[in-house]
């Protein structure tokens, strides 16, 4: 039997860039232990399988290690294929094992629902120095690093600026062993100092999960927009534009939308491009 | 007649409620369940198999085990009789409160309230569809919590807002504590989802504080009904679980009679 897998780019900026992604469609006969073996053959972070139902699809992701509840950017390149074969255009609801959730394809655009914040800290800044191997007067004490999750448990950590961004080269073992302790998926580091005008951050998502560096990260982009509103540094209803995947030269672009009021966070939506780039045939 | 009352767990709540249901005149102790029945003190009646509950005639069966026993058994043991779920957090779990909702349709299914201030409003609200959103704030010395979150309860020297999120995800990380909320999640029809649960901690605080927001619906004029709840409980230093709760979840269980199919919190 032979599958065949989607291989797309979720939020590029501009046509180059983005973070890849495997989706398999109809996954009805699949069962977890080949969509894993599928997941680790086509060796992307993550690998969507799409099922039909009534109301949308039921979509479970795997990275080549793991099944992971949701996936930002697996969504977004999962309904971009969905456009590319025309099967996709309006408002969707998609089951995941993280609760069900929205997803509106538009003229090659999709944006994704999001849970509601859960906001889980402080944690020391040492601590988060230590594990990303910086020092620690480059992480900023306000707001604290801390646990943030629409779907997916992150910990948020604010360097000063680009340079101390840029020059993180975590130890992955500490990244992984730091995952376990804190029951997250790994750190998301942040600046507000940002290379393209008109973006509100520039961001790196060390993934304890996957083990590497993700070039866009679709859930811990609206976990970060909740932040930022949470903590006056954005507006519910702003487009914020959150940069991306520059460090292992794929650069992406995420964009969010907070509603609701800063005390009471009712909506996340996180949008982007996805492009078709293959189609693989794995026996 | 004597209700006769099956307890599923025989930890030290399960033997607490085990003596007292003997000394009652109005209860009746049909069995007693342990995943060690070797613990299970001599001369009590013994329930090898949870599928033979029904062998015992239970009127009542009460889970004190584990939210793992709620989860695989509840369903089942509602088609035998009443049942009272001990821990609420079992039902953060959406597969088991979904199985223990759909299966409550000939015999009921009671929680106990807990330290929830004002079920009563929440239950009132509910009925006149005038309950449009819930907070629930609990504050604690951080000893008395049993948290397997990120937060590192060690490194906190003042008052700290550990958690602000749904009420779901911290029952799972602190399952031991938040029943009050769970009972609010469940209690208010709003779900584990959109009930809003704070977490604070106070290194030395001398008390266990639940604060209770209840919300009315947005009027046009932008007003909105708001009631306010609180509770402040002095706390022994570095208990969990102590005698009143005990005596808490007796009475809870001495009111779980006679309300018919469906949920009820007692």
Redesign the interface.
């Known amino acids: 039997m032979t599958t065949t897998v989607y291989m797309a780019r979720a939020f590029p900026r501009g046509e180059a860039g983005g973070n890849p992604a495997g989706v398999v469609m109809d996954a009805e006969g699949l069962d977890a232990a080949t969509m894993q073996a599928i997941a680790r053959e086509v060796g992307v972070s993550e690998t969507a399988f799409v099922q039909s139902t009534p109301d949308g699809h039921r979509v479970r992701f795997f990275t080549p290690r793991t099944e992971v509840a949701l996936c930002g950017h697996g969504t977004i390149a999962t309904y971009g294929v969905l456009a590319t074969q025309g099967l996709a255009d309006g408002t969707y609801t998609m089951h995941t094992p993280a609760?069900p959730q929205s997803v509106t394809v538009s003229e090659g655009w999709v944006q994704m629902s999001q849970?509601?914040?859960?906001?889980?800290?402080?944690?020391?800044v040492d601590?988060i120095a230590s594990v990303l191997g910086i020092d620690p007067s480059d992480i900023l004490a306000e707001p604290a690093p801390q646990?943030v999750?629409t779907g997916l448990?992150k910990?948020h950590a604010r360097v000063v600026d680009r340079r101390a961004l840029d020059g993180i080269d975590p130890d992955w073992d500490a990244i992984a062993r730091f995952g376990e302790a804190?029951?997250?998926t790994g750190i998301f580091a942040y600046t507000l100092e940002t290379a393209e005008p008109g973006h509100t951050a520039r961001c790196r998502n060390f993934s304890s999960a996957v083990g590497a560096e993700d070039p866009a990260t679709g859930t811990a982009c609206g976990g970060l927009a909740s932040l930022l509103v949470r903590e006056g540094l954005a507006q519910p209803g702003e487009e914020l534009r959150f940069e991306q995947g520059d460090a292992v030269g794929r650069p992406s672009t995420i964009r969010a939308v907070i509603s609701g009021s800063r005390g009471?966070i009712t909506g996340v939506r996180v949008s982007g491009r996805a492009v078709l780039d293959a189609v693989r045939t794995i026996a | 007649m004597a209700r006769r009352v099956g307890i599923i767990g025989f930890g030290h709540l399960g033997q607490f409620l085990t003596e007292r249901v003997q000394e009652s005149p109005d209860h009746e102790l049909a069995f007693v369940w342990n995943r060690s029945p070797e613990k299970i003190r001599e001369g009590l009646p013994v329930l090898e198999d949870l599928a033979d509950a029904a062998s015992m005639t239970p009127d009542l069966i009460v889970e004190v085990a584990h939210p793992v026993v709620a989860k695989r058994h509840l369903a089942s043991l509602l088609g035998v009789c009443d049942v009272m779920a001990g821990s609420p957090t079992a039902f953060a779990d959406a597969d088991t409160e979904a199985a223990g909702r759909a299966a409550c349709t000939e015999h009921g299914l009671y929680v106990a309230k807990g330290a929830l201030p004002g079920l009563h409003d929440v239950r009132e609200m509910v009925a006149n569809g005038k309950l449009h959103g819930a907070r629930i704030r609990m504050t604690k010395p951080p000893h008395s919590l049993r948290y397997s979150g990120p937060v590192d309860l060690d490194a906190i020297t003042e008052e700290t807002m550990i958690y602000d999120g749904p009420v779901r995800q911290l029952a799972g990380w602190a399952p031991n504590n938040v029943n009050t909320m769970c009972v609010l999640a469940m209690a208010s029809e709003l779900g584990f989802d959109d009930v809003k649960a704070e977490l604070v901690v106070i290194p030395d605080f001398g008390f266990h504080l639940v604060e209770v927001e209840l919300c009315g619906p947005p009027r046009a004029d932008g007003k909105q009904f708001k009631l306010e709840l609180k509770r402040t409980n002095p706390a022994a230093i570095g208990a969990v679980t102590g005698t009143a709760t005990y005596q808490s979840f007796w009475r809870s269980l001495q009111r779980a009679e006679g309300m018919g199919p469906g949920v009820h919190f007692v």
């Open positions: 609760g849970n509601p914040p859960l906001f889980a800290g402080p944690l020391p601590r646990g999750s448990l910990i804190t029951s997250s009471r």
